[in-house]
């Protein structure tokens, strides 16, 4: 009998489809991916894939930008009910709202946002690439940024810019607290200590470094150190012990966890295969405007 992995790789191959996985599902999901990266990494590669057939493992804002990027492809998300609820707190209607009474400000939205929302946006950005996106637009320019106030706060503070933010936030990054930072450094002393900048900015200053998770994976590559505290949601350990299997890495307490990224299971993307289903699709003038302020974020 083929295992579920076998099944997969049999399917994979027939239907020219690759599989993209977000540093956060599960280990199980992780392995049978082509390709696991951050939020702007995956972007690049669903642009780049040409493939027939995208399995987007991950939260539904991801698996819309996949589609925005790839509208040739046909894009499958195994469990369409994986969503962001940072994500759900900035409706394209209220965005729309604030444009018409703000009509100068410039609207940059985290790319953790609905593909409505990204139609209503001039810009977007990960957490990746934020500071250089807000650098890019000319000084003395009102920005709104949305939907995380947390990274918005960051990025101020890195950047110096006055932006006005959304209220939004993420709730596994903003339960982490100074708190549990001042504690996994009692435990650890000698341990290198980052963040994900959406968590709070008290919790930032705290940290030796706030990266996105594409981020900690390079930081970790390149130091020398050998112990690591991960201030991020936990999925990303399996990867980070994977690759740098003479290192250590010790979670934050409680554990971070998304409820939503760990709903995909390797059961899911194979049933996703055999039947095609759990297609994204958007409308074609949400596809022709949110694409726009993706397009803008990658030509930079
Ligand atoms: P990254 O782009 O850093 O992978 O972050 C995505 C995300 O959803 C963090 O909560
Ligand atoms: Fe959204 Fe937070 Fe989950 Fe990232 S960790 S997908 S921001 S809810």
Not at 241 to 268: S, T
Request: charged share 25%; glycine share 6%.
């Amino acid at each position: 009998m083929d295992t579920i992995a076998e099944k997969i790789r049999a399917l994979k191959e027939k239907q020219g489809a690759v599989i993209l996985a977000h540093n956060y599902v599960s280990p199980e999901v992780q392995d049978l991916a082509d390709f696991v990266g951050d939020s702007l990494e995956l972007s690049i590669k669903a642009r780049d894939a040409k493939a027939k057939t995208i399995v987007f493992c991950g939260v539904s804002f991801m698996a819309e930008t996949a589609k925005l990027l790839s509208p040739d492809s046909k894009v499958l998300h195994p469990v369409p009910g994986a969503g962001c609820a940072m994500a759900d707190m900035a409706k394209a209607e209220d965005i729309a709202a604030y444009r018409k009474a703000h009509p100068g400000t410039v609207i940059v939205a985290y790319v953790n946002t609905t593909a409505a929302a990204k139609a209503e946006v001039d810009l977007c950005c990960t957490s990746a690439n934020a500071e250089k996106v807000i650098r890019s637009i000319p000084a003395g320019t009102e920005i709104l940024f949305l939907p995380d106030r947390n990274l918005g706060q960051n990025v101020m503070n890195s950047t110096g810019r006055k932006m006005e933010l959304w209220p939004g936030f993420c709730p596994v990054h903003n339960g982490i607290g100074p708190d549990m930072i001042s504690a996994a450094r009692k435990a650890h002393p000698e341990a290198v200590l980052f963040v994900h900048p959406e968590c709070l900015p008290e919790t930032v200053a705290a940290a030796d470094m706030a990266l996105s998770t594409g981020g900690m994976l390079r930081a970790v590559r390149e130091s020398e150190a050998k112990e690591f505290i991960v201030g991020t949601e936990y999925g990303i350990i399996h990867r980070l012990k994977k690759e740098n299997p003479d290192k250590v890495f010790y979670p934050l307490q409680p554990l971070p966890a998304c409820g939503d990224m760990k709903k995909i299971r390797p059961e899911d993307v194979l049933r996703c295969l055999e039947c095609g289903c759990g297609e994204v699709t958007l409308p074609a003038d949400i596809m022709k405007r949110a694409r726009l302020p993706v397009d803008r974020m990658l030509a930079l």
